[in-house]
């Protein structure tokens, strides 16, 4: 087994700031995603990266930057902070193959801005 | 454009019955769906997929039933518990390298 590690759990910034999320796994999986979570509105993808100096947009890159570091590992940035983005941001990975696309979750890390 | 729409935001059943989730898509060539289910404080965790090549998938008290022409697709728990209560997404995946695209979410409350 393995498991997805983010920090931090909790995340209050002020209007503006810029803010770091990391995300870390142990499974050895290629691929890595960023969603945000909001209330009534599902996953929505940040960005991901289908291997190690791979970076793609996905729906909702705007006002968002994202790091593959090496393979364990993805951060997010949060370029300026705004109100409207308290929301929960989950980082996930998956080994892709024919037959399974199972795409494993963090607990994801919760943002609050002043 | 949402690419896949779950019709409850939330539903409400005894224990003991069916709770029936439903699900459509817009995008012929999604060939994977997947329902994640997650509680609250936590990450989704895959609960159970189907591939579009059948239309049904069991897993215990789980069933998938899926309608490659309607486009849509419905999730079935049988005998609901209350420790299955919680946010269920459903998803659907265009390729092998593709990202999947996820409903809303339905939160589906079993009340004992």
């Known amino acids: 087994g393995g498991i997805i590690t983010q920090t931090p759990k909790f995340l209050i910034g002020q209007e503006g700031q810029k803010l770091t999320l990391k995300c870390q796994q142990n499974?050895?999986?290629?691929?890595m995603y960023w969603y945000r979570q909001d209330s009534g509105k599902g996953l929505r993808l940040i960005y991901y990266?289908?291997?190690?100096?791979?970076?793609q947009k996905g729906d909702l890159s705007e006002g968002y930057d994202a790091s593959r570091e090496k393979k364990s590992s993805f951060s997010l940035t949060v370029t300026s902070a705004q109100k409207n983005e308290m929301a929960v941001f989950l980082c996930?990975?998956?080994?892709?193959?024919?037959?399974?696309?199972?795409?494993?979750f963090g607990p994801g890390t919760r943002l609050t801005v002043l | 454009q949402q690419q896949v729409r779950q019709s409850s935001q939330s539903l409400t059943v005894w224990e003991g019955e069916t709770a029936i989730l439903n699900c459509s898509y817009e995008?012929?060539?999604?060939?994977?769906f997947p329902w994640y289910q997650q509680f609250p404080g936590e990450g989704p965790a895959l609960l159970i997929a189907i591939r579009s090549v059948s239309d049904k998938k069991e897993d215990g008290r789980f069933t998938i039933f899926f309608n490659k022409r309607e486009k849509n697709l419905s999730l079935h728990i049988k005998d609901s518990q209350p420790g299955d209560s919680a946010t269920y997404f459903c998803?659907?995946?265009?390729?092998?390298?593709?990202?999947?695209?996820f409903g809303a979410g339905t939160q589906l409350i079993v009340i004992p």
């Open positions: 990266s289908i291997t190690e100096n791979d970076l």
């Open positions: 499974f050895n999986h290629d691929t």
């Open positions: 995008n012929s060539a999604f060939d994977y």
């Open positions: 998803a659907g995946r265009g390729s092998a390298l593709g990202r999947l695209h």
């Open positions: 996930a990975s998956s080994i892709v193959q024919q037959s399974s696309y199972e795409q494993y």
